[in-house]
């Protein structure tokens, strides 16, 4: 029987308290925090449920037969010399060939003849659930092909609390609602090519700074959320993944409410076992295991990349002194085993790891990863994730120029013979390679991980982040290799000067075009959302050429305050990190052969300091020092709620995102649904996701999308709720019909009965509470034009 303890630490009363206490002593001892994170025992056994029914049947039979230290065998990873970031060794005796686990989200990590796809942050700006679910099944068979039976993705926490988040951009959105449903469009894709997904990091994994413990003595951040918190925001994507099926999510570096993320047993055994029915397994990130029994007892599954500090002989030893229940490694052997039989990975998958050299200069047996067949996805997807945020004066798309100009660092490849500038640093530390072509800053931090990571990668252009999430990419397209071919057709005569700080612009440039990137890696949250070199050189183009060009890689928000009112800065487009075909599918948007189609994910502000606290990492402070805490007092008002909420206008808001056509959006239609259960409390059985009825049917909301302009382009109307009790306006419905000019769409909008509750932390449930509810569309979350109120 699983209690639910009621220490959980309630609202920003629970809060104030630890802050009440910082100019005490220091704390030492982490028995201060006793009881913040509430005990959930015990680990709840999988059941199978409907759709697990046959496999886990299929791993029960197996596990039956295995010896104790047979089961603890699959629970540990081990180095078997391969480049898999991780592997579950084989068990010969009983025909078990092991897994082999791999980075990451936006492509194949660490090795030869494979794709980077658009990254995540890129794919949350695309809107597009139908997109997502190709690349998800794009990558899953290159992962398939290379041998990889999981791929550690896709990526819903961090939730872009904090504004300069390193790993932001390996999320798709800093909205709970957007990021839940692309994820769970990932999952299906990735797992319908019989690769299985690891939804990561659970949960709250907020920052990079302390995100592990050891930095200055201080344990890791502790994430400090208040039930509902938890619930409604940073709860919500990984319930949609558990929902489209995820075989397992990995519990994350950092501390829940004081406890570690992969020894909580209220995160682990309470929420996701409980009451979301999760029947899969869970695993550590890598080291990201600070205790044997714990881990075992709260639900910990599988450790990576080595079982043998913890788990391994101490298991076993744990398991005969009576410390840990057999029955606990009998599930954990059960869950990942019958994980592996669902998807079909004992029949038909090849050899773990048989595509994934250790060193890829070696030697080695070639096995391709690319299917021709994906290039449309990798082309589309990249196109569609980027934003025109401004467009002034006719300056795009381009006609057929005489001359143009292209400035900035950014605008080509670092070095061909280097791996994508994304994934340099780890490339670099991985093979001990001389860091050609970076400059000294870059060089300077190689040598000393942990120091200031420079505000921009000024090796070239980047398309996508540095670390677990990077990709090696063997086909590679860069913004000026595709422009120089394009102008070569249209006889442009194309001007460059890549390297000088305050450039001189050539007489007669119709259009410049100014590169620049706002650069992240893992390990490390941002300096700065904007740097002073590139907005002094869009400042110098612009000072010189009528129609300046701003094209931003960016890896999270990019502020342009410091150049946007410049009457020569005409245009500018945030180019996110669109993958392999960066260059190619630039000069489609350029050239107007695509209609911009991406609406921000996040919000762009005016200054950093209109962020407010949700600027910046957590500090370890005064008596909270070797245990640093992250209070996460804004509770559920995150980003454009936030915003919303303090008054604060944005520069570009949540949602934004301008194209080359107009649209309209008219006729309004709210309607209940009758049929599902609409009371106040769902009642259904737990299927993995929550009760079934939760996902019941309440309402149906229809707009007509209409193409008012003159070419074909991609609208994606959005719907907004006000709960009562909440924040103003919740993303809860998004589209994007393809129109051609003149034609007309209606687009239908599913409300379950989710998505307008709010979790009532009396009840532990989540609550639909009667009365009216303010319906928004429109094509922003600032621009909603259509209003409407439904009556429940
Ligand atoms: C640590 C990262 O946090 C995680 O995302 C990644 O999958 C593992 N390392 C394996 O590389």
Redesign the pocket.
């Known amino acids: 029987m699983v209690t639910h303890s009621r220490l959980w630490l309630s609202g920003v009363a629970g809060l104030a308290a630890l802050a009440a206490a910082a100019n005490d002593a220091i704390i030492t001892s982490d028995t201060y925090f006793y009881g913040q994170s509430p005990a959930v025992y015990p680990s709840p056994e999988m059941t199978g449920g409907a759709e697990w029914a046959a496999a886990y049947e299929k791993a029960k039979a197996l596990v039956a037969q295995m010896s104790l230290e047979e089961k603890v065998n699959v629970t540990g990873g081990v180095d078997l010399g391969t480049g898999c ?2 592997s579950v060794p084989p068990n010969k005796r009983l025909n078990f060939p092991g897994m082999c686990v791999s ?2 989200s936006n492509g194949l990590r660490n090795t030869d003849l494979v794709n980077a796809y658009p990254a995540g942050i890129h794919v949350g700006s695309s809107w597009n659930k139908d997109l997502a679910r190709r690349r998800g099944a794009a990558m899953g068979g290159e992962f398939r092909r290379k041998g990889v039976n999981v791929l ?1 993705g896709p990526v819903v926490g961090p939730a872009w609390r904090v504004a300069r988040g390193g790993r932001n951009w390996e999320a798709f959105s800093a909205d709970s609602y957007l990021s839940g449903s692309l994820a769970a469009q990932t999952i299906q894709g990735v797992q319908s090519e019989g690769v299985q997904t690891s939804l ?2 659970y949960i709250a994994n907020e920052q990079e700074l302390n995100r592990n413990p050891g930095v200055d003595e201080a344990q890791a951040v502790s994430s400090n959320i208040d039930d509902k918190t938890m619930h409604e925001v940073y709860l919500w994507p990984f319930q949609d993944g558990v929902r489209a099926g995820t075989s397992n999510i ?1 519990c994350s ?1 950092q501390r829940i409410n004081n406890s570690y993320g992969c020894a909580n047993s209220k995160t682990l055994n309470g929420i996701l076992k409980t009451e979301l029915g999760f029947q899969g397994f869970v695993m550590s ?2 080291d990201a295991q600070h205790a044997g029994v714990a881990t075992a007892l709260a639900g910990m599954d599988m450790v ?1 990349p080595s079982g043998s500090k913890f788990w391994g002989s101490h298991l076993i030893e744990a398991v005969r002194n009576g410390s840990v229940p057999e029955s606990r490694v009998t599930d954990m052997a059960t869950r990942i085993l019958t994980a592996w039989y669902q998807f079909g990975q004992d029949t038909k998958f090849p050899k773990p790891g048989i595509g994934m050299p250790y060193d890829v200069r070696q030697p080695h047996e070639t096995v391709e990863g690319r299917d021709p067949q994906d290039r449309s996805t990798l082309l589309e997807g990249a196109i569609e994730g980027y934003v025109l945020v401004k467009n002034t004066n006719e300056t795009l798309p381009l006609r057929s120029p005489r001359v143009i100009s292209l400035f900035g660092y950014s605008a080509r490849s670092a070095d061909s013979s280097s791996p994508g500038p994304g994934d340099m640093l780890i490339y670099l530390w991985r093979y001990g390679m001389t860091p050609v072509g970076l400059d000294s800053a870059l060089a300077g931090l190689i040598k000393s991980p942990g120091s200031r990571l420079p505000d921009i990668a000024i090796n070239g252009t980047m398309m996508g982040g540095g670390g ?2 990077g990709t090696t990419p063997a086909v590679f397209v860069s913004p000026y290799d595709a422009l120089s071919v394009r102008a070569a057709q249209d006889d442009t005569a194309l001007y460059h000067d890549f390297g000088t700080p305050k450039p001189a612009v050539v007489g007669g440039s119709e259009a410049c075009i100014v590169f620049g990137n706002a650069w992240a890696a ?1 390990g490390y949250d941002r300096p700065r959302l904007s740097d002073n070199f590139t907005d002094t050189l869009v400042n110098t183009v612009a000072g010189q050429c009528s129609k300046t060009i701003v094209v931003l890689h960016n890896a999270g928000p990019r502020l342009v305050d410091g150049f946007v009112d410049h009457p020569n800065v005409t245009a500018i487009l945030f180019s996110h990190l669109p993958g392999r075909e960066s260059g190619t599918s630039l000069v489609k948007l350029l050239y107007g052969e695509a209609s911009p189609s991406g609406k921000l994910s996040y919000t762009v502000a005016r200054q950093e300091s209109d962020y407010g606290h949700l600027l910046k990492p957590d500090e370890p402070a005064g008596r909270f020092k070797k245990f640093p805490q992250s209070d996460f007092t804004e509770g559920v008002y995150l980003d454009y709620k936030y915003f919303d909420k303090h008054n604060v206008s944005p520069r570009y808001e949540f949602g934004f995102g301008l194209s080359y056509t107009t649209f309209h959006l008219a006729n309004l239609s709210i309607q209940r649904v009758q049929g599902g259960n609409s009371g106040e409390w769902p009642l259904g059985a737990i299927v993995p996701g929550g009760p079934a009825d939760l996902f019941h049917d309440i309402a149906l909301v229809a707009v007509e999308v209409r193409n008012t302009g003159n070419v074909a382009g991609a609208e994606v109307p959005q719907l907004y709720v006000g709960i009562p009790g909440g924040p103003a306006k919740q993303l809860r419905g998004f589209d994007k019909p393809f129109l051609q000019p003149g034609e007309v769409r209606t687009v239908q909008f599913r409300l379950t009965r989710r998505d307008l509750s709010t979790w009532d932390t009396a009840a532990q449930k989540w609550r639909l509470q009667r009365g009216q509810y303010a319906i928004h569309v429109g094509t922003s979350s600032r621009d909603l034009p259509l209003q409407g109120t439904l009556t429940i």
Do not use: N, P, Q
């Open positions: 970031s991780g980075d990451a550690l990561k990091h990995m570096y990130d890598w990576m677990s999430g893992e």
